[in-house]
């Protein structure tokens, strides 16, 4: 039987330390590898921790835990490329329960929404996403991303 979760509220949170054992979960996770990166190899906690501090240390990007009702449920990242003149922004729900739900457009809403606040005379946020995430483009569309190539 399905599981029904009713969402009341949704935030984003400064990434910390004590979110990394999150992320080696989610990493790990090959179903959302499928839909994220293609990456089918298993991250140890220590490789998930380097990458993560580096992450914290990343004075180009800001790093977001996405929370729904205090619970944490993804990320979201949003960056500046190195020699490029655009932001770029990924986001992952991790915690499936929260698939389908519309968690994933909110969120991506709330941080275009950041980072016009924050960067209002940069321009423009680009994004990757796997021809076969379907989810995932329907929500981008829905926020306003057009397909570029």
Same mark, same amino acid.
């Given at each position: 039987?399905?599981t029904?979760v009713?969402?009341?509220?949704i935030?984003l949170?400064?990434?910390?330390r004590?979110?990394f054992?999150?992320?080696?979960?989610?990493?790990?996770d090959?179903?959302?590898?499928?839909?994220?990166s293609?990456? %089918?190899?298993k991250m140890?906690?220590t490789?998930v921790?380097?990458?993560l *501090? /580096?992450?914290?240390? &990343? $004075?180009?990007g800001k790093?977001?835990?996405?929370?729904?009702d205090?619970?944490?449920?993804?990320?979201?990242l949003?960056q500046?490329k %190195?020699?490029?003149?655009?932001?770029?922004?990924?986001?992952?729900?991790? *915690? /499936?329960?929260?698939? &389908? $739900?519309?968690?994933g457009?909110?969120?991506?809403?709330?941080?275009?929404s950041w980072?016009?606040r924050?960067?209002p005379?940069?321009?423009?946020?680009?994004?990757?996403v796997?021809?076969?995430?379907?989810?995932a483009?329907?929500?981008?569309?829905?926020?306003?991303f057009?397909?570029?190539?």
């Amino acid at each position: 039987m399905p599981t029904t979760v009713k969402i009341r509220k949704i935030s984003l949170i400064k990434l910390r330390r004590k979110h990394f054992p999150l992320f080696y979960k989610w990493w790990n996770d090959p179903a959302l590898g499928r839909l994220t990166s293609g990456v %089918k190899e298993k991250m140890t906690e220590t490789k998930v921790a380097e990458v993560l *501090e /580096k992450h914290l240390l &990343n $004075k180009r990007g800001k790093d977001f835990i996405i929370t729904v009702d205090q619970k944490p449920a993804g990320h979201v990242l949003i960056q500046k490329k %190195k020699r490029k003149k655009y932001f770029e922004i990924y986001i992952a729900i991790g *915690e /499936k329960s929260y698939w &389908n $739900k519309g968690v994933g457009t909110l969120s991506m809403r709330r941080a275009c929404s950041w980072f016009f606040r924050h960067y209002p005379n940069e321009g423009a946020i680009e994004l990757e996403v796997l021809v076969g995430n379907s989810r995932a483009i329907r929500c981008y569309e829905k926020i306003g991303f057009e397909k570029i190539r």
